[in-house]
């Protein structure tokens, strides 16, 4: 199955990447190997994959969650320490419209 | 044969030598052998000499626990209170967390000396560790081959004894694989059986921590001292190991060694005969081995790098460069910003399995590539129930080829993946394996043999590693710590 560029963009996007032309070609043509390889899940083993056994089976669990109980949380100063010119706010740079 | 944990023990117990001055050995042989090795990306002298002395007054008031004064090394992966942790990635640069990872908590309770973190691949993607930012550690056998990945730094510094042991993370085989092609023993435990807390994610479902060592009566002391649940890890559990290694001497006679042919397609024939004459060996000693088929074993690859990759995007998603690590220098909105600090700070292997992972769990491809790679996990789980409902281990080669050499460029990153197949089903079943020196192909490269076991029988696991190593190990070529470098 054939990966378009105008595909990968629109993944980089929702991952939050961003690729240059030649990275976006190179990548393209690994990404097509990548996914031929993930497909490789879709060939037959024996019985075939629609027929293995746990079809239907569970996916996740809900069941057994814990009560939610606050608990003590690590101190703010502690937690921003590696937050460069940390004075109670974020500082980022004034956007450039 | 090399100072193991238990002669520094007692070495320290008798006054023969002291945590610093110990300590301080180690330094001296990291100054001089890391600027090639290349194996620790951050040093910690001046606190593991701190760590050294309160070492030292623990042993002086007696009942000092066994790892106390012993100097030791953590995968670059495990958070470590106000020393840098930094996944060797770009986007953590600079990175010191603010808490201790459970097992770092643990060993510091016992008196543990920490030298320093190691090198390892990027957010620990990848088998020959070459994607740190970094640059590789090399394997301390020979400098022209790469040491195995992710745990690359955790088994060259047991290898070339700058350390007396390491811990190491494995998501589909990043302990045992460098273990393997650094001819040290690695011990991946069972799914649960430690707690991690503190370790930076990359495959929650299938992480997991575990220690490299020079012997395989060192990896279960340090997987005792680990070991545990914890409520900060809720998939983390409390088992009733008892002394692990109290279990070691036991006798293999009778013990049901299960063989499954689908561990040996297409693997290096050095390697698979060297298995084979380990296995003959057990039975040679009284252990009764058994064919089994494991179909859905071909699967596991896929499954693997889909489930894995699916998690990763969602666990990387966090590294914005807003609260710590790698800022871009110029933006036009917090939007740009965040791409760009992510773009810059991330690798292209973590790119890479990011894009794979977004992939796999975005509109209209889940249910063909996650839901049914978690079906296929289902059915490799049931496979392993059933033939661990007859036998008591399954023997099979750590790796389906020797070290590889530095820059190889002949491998595309598919090829790459490759040489985890005999590792990763392991993770997707969640049970325990140990990966023990099993002698050396004709370039002298160690070769690991994998032993797996029922979830949370890594005293079985030990017990059938350590068998090997004391009869047979050692005379085919074990590492002694005799790195040649």
Redesign the interface.
């Given at each position: 199955m054939a990966v378009t560029k105008t595909e990968?963009e629109k993944?980089?996007r929702?991952?939050?990447?961003?690729?240059s032309d030649e990275e976006n070609e190179r990548?393209t043509a690994?990404?097509d190997?990548?996914?031929?390889?993930?497909?490789?899940?879709?060939?037959s083993?024996?019985g075939g994959?629609e027929q293995?056994?746990?079809?239907g089976?569970r996916?996740v669990s809900f069941e057994a969650l814990?009560p939610d109980e606050v608990a003590q949380s690590?101190p703010n100063d502690?937690?921003?320490?590696?937050?460069?010119g940390y004075n109670g706010f974020?500082s980022?740079?004034r956007?450039?419209? | 044969m090399r100072t193991g944990i238990f002669e520094f023990a007692s070495k320290l117990r008798k006054r023969e030598i002291s945590a610093v001055e110990l300590t301080k050995e180690y330094i001296g042989a990291i100054e001089e052998k890391n600027p090639t090795l290349n194996a620790y990306v951050h040093l910690t002298f001046d606190t593991a000499l701190q760590a050294a002395e309160q070492a030292d007054r623990m042993l002086k008031e007696g009942d000092a626990p066994v790892l106390c004064g012993i100097p030791m090394a953590l995968k670059d992966n495990i958070c470590t209170d106000g020393l840098p942790t930094t996944c060797c990635s770009k986007i953590l640069d600079?990175?010191?967390p603010?808490?201790d990872a459970i097992v770092w908590e643990k060993l510091k309770a016992h008196g543990a000396v920490l030298l320093g973190k190691t090198n390892m691949d990027e957010f620990a993607m990848g088998s020959t560790s070459e994607t740190s930012c970094y640059g590789a550690p090399l394997n301390p056998i020979n400098t022209a081959y790469v040491t195995g990945g992710s745990s690359g730094g955790s088994a060259s510094v047991v290898c070339a004894d700058l350390a007396v042991y390491s811990l190491g993370s494995d998501t589909g085989g990043s302990i045992r694989l460098p273990a393997s092609f650094c001819g040290v023993v690695g011990l991946k435990p069972t799914y649960g059986a430690v707690s991690r807390y503190g370790l930076i994610a990359y495959g929650s479902s299938l992480d997991q921590i575990g220690p490299l060592t020079s012997s395989v009566k060192d990896a279960a002391i340090v997987f005792d001292a680990i070991k545990g649940g914890d409520k900060r890890d809720?998939t983390s559990v409390d088992f009733d190991y008892g002394v692990l290694t109290q279990a070691l001497d036991r006798d293999v006679k009778g013990v049901r060694i299960g063989v499954a042919e689908e561990f040996f397609d297409g693997i290096n024939p050095e390697i698979k005969s060297k298995i084979e004459e380990a296995i003959t060996l057990f039975e040679k000693n009284g252990a009764i081995i058994e064919s089994f088929r494991l179909?859905?074993l071909?699967?596991s690859?896929?499954?693997y790098?889909?489930i894995a990759c699916a998690e990763a995007?969602s666990n990387l998603?966090r590294y914005?460069g807003?609260?710590?690590?790698n800022?871009a220098s110029?933006?036009?909105?917090?939007e740009d910003?965040?791409?760009?600090n992510?773009?810059e700070g991330?690798g292209d292997e973590v790119?890479?399995r990011?894009?794979?992972g977004?992939?796999?769990l975005?509109s209209g491809y889940y249910d063909?590539?996650y839901?049914?790679?978690?079906?296929?996990r289902?059915?490799i789980n049931?496979e392993f129930d059933t033939v661990f409902d007859k036998c008591d281990v399954l023997i099979a080669p750590t790796a389906p080829n020797t070290a590889f050499p530095l820059n190889y460029k002949g491998a595309?990153?598919?090829e790459m993946?490759l040489s985890d197949i005999c590792t990763v089903s392991i993770n997707i079943a969640g049970i325990p394996a140990i990966s023990v020196p099993c002698g050396e192909d004709a370039k002298g490269l160690p070769i690991g043999m994998q032993i797996m076991g029922k979830k949370f029988d890594e005293a079985k696991v030990l017990q059938m590693a350590y068998f090997y190593e004391q009869t047979a190990g050692r005379k085919a070529g074990v590492n002694e710590g005799g790195a040649r470098v």
């Amino acid at each position: 199955m054939a990966v378009t560029k105008t595909e990968i963009e629109k993944l980089a996007r929702l991952a939050k990447l961003s690729f240059s032309d030649e990275e976006n070609e190179r990548f393209t043509a690994e990404f097509d190997a990548i996914i031929a390889f993930a497909d490789t899940i879709n060939q037959s083993i024996e019985g075939g994959t629609e027929q293995i056994r746990s079809i239907g089976a569970r996916m996740v669990s809900f069941e057994a969650l814990r009560p939610d109980e606050v608990a003590q949380s690590l101190p703010n100063d502690k937690i921003l320490s590696n937050v460069e010119g940390y004075n109670g706010f974020f500082s980022v740079e004034r956007s450039k419209k | 044969m090399r100072t193991g944990i238990f002669e520094f023990a007692s070495k320290l117990r008798k006054r023969e030598i002291s945590a610093v001055e110990l300590t301080k050995e180690y330094i001296g042989a990291i100054e001089e052998k890391n600027p090639t090795l290349n194996a620790y990306v951050h040093l910690t002298f001046d606190t593991a000499l701190q760590a050294a002395e309160q070492a030292d007054r623990m042993l002086k008031e007696g009942d000092a626990p066994v790892l106390c004064g012993i100097p030791m090394a953590l995968k670059d992966n495990i958070c470590t209170d106000g020393l840098p942790t930094t996944c060797c990635s770009k986007i953590l640069d600079g990175f010191r967390p603010y808490y201790d990872a459970i097992v770092w908590e643990k060993l510091k309770a016992h008196g543990a000396v920490l030298l320093g973190k190691t090198n390892m691949d990027e957010f620990a993607m990848g088998s020959t560790s070459e994607t740190s930012c970094y640059g590789a550690p090399l394997n301390p056998i020979n400098t022209a081959y790469v040491t195995g990945g992710s745990s690359g730094g955790s088994a060259s510094v047991v290898c070339a004894d700058l350390a007396v042991y390491s811990l190491g993370s494995d998501t589909g085989g990043s302990i045992r694989l460098p273990a393997s092609f650094c001819g040290v023993v690695g011990l991946k435990p069972t799914y649960g059986a430690v707690s991690r807390y503190g370790l930076i994610a990359y495959g929650s479902s299938l992480d997991q921590i575990g220690p490299l060592t020079s012997s395989v009566k060192d990896a279960a002391i340090v997987f005792d001292a680990i070991k545990g649940g914890d409520k900060r890890d809720q998939t983390s559990v409390d088992f009733d190991y008892g002394v692990l290694t109290q279990a070691l001497d036991r006798d293999v006679k009778g013990v049901r060694i299960g063989v499954a042919e689908e561990f040996f397609d297409g693997i290096n024939p050095e390697i698979k005969s060297k298995i084979e004459e380990a296995i003959t060996l057990f039975e040679k000693n009284g252990a009764i081995i058994e064919s089994f088929r494991l179909p859905a074993l071909k699967l596991s690859l896929p499954v693997y790098y889909i489930i894995a990759c699916a998690e990763a995007s969602s666990n990387l998603g966090r590294y914005d460069g807003i609260r710590y690590g790698n800022r871009a220098s110029s933006y036009t909105s917090i939007e740009d910003m965040i791409v760009k600090n992510r773009s810059e700070g991330f690798g292209d292997e973590v790119k890479r399995r990011i894009m794979l992972g977004t992939y796999v769990l975005s509109s209209g491809y889940y249910d063909a590539y996650y839901k049914k790679a978690c079906l296929i996990r289902e059915e490799i789980n049931q496979e392993f129930d059933t033939v661990f409902d007859k036998c008591d281990v399954l023997i099979a080669p750590t790796a389906p080829n020797t070290a590889f050499p530095l820059n190889y460029k002949g491998a595309s990153p598919v090829e790459m993946y490759l040489s985890d197949i005999c590792t990763v089903s392991i993770n997707i079943a969640g049970i325990p394996a140990i990966s023990v020196p099993c002698g050396e192909d004709a370039k002298g490269l160690p070769i690991g043999m994998q032993i797996m076991g029922k979830k949370f029988d890594e005293a079985k696991v030990l017990q059938m590693a350590y068998f090997y190593e004391q009869t047979a190990g050692r005379k085919a070529g074990v590492n002694e710590g005799g790195a040649r470098v």
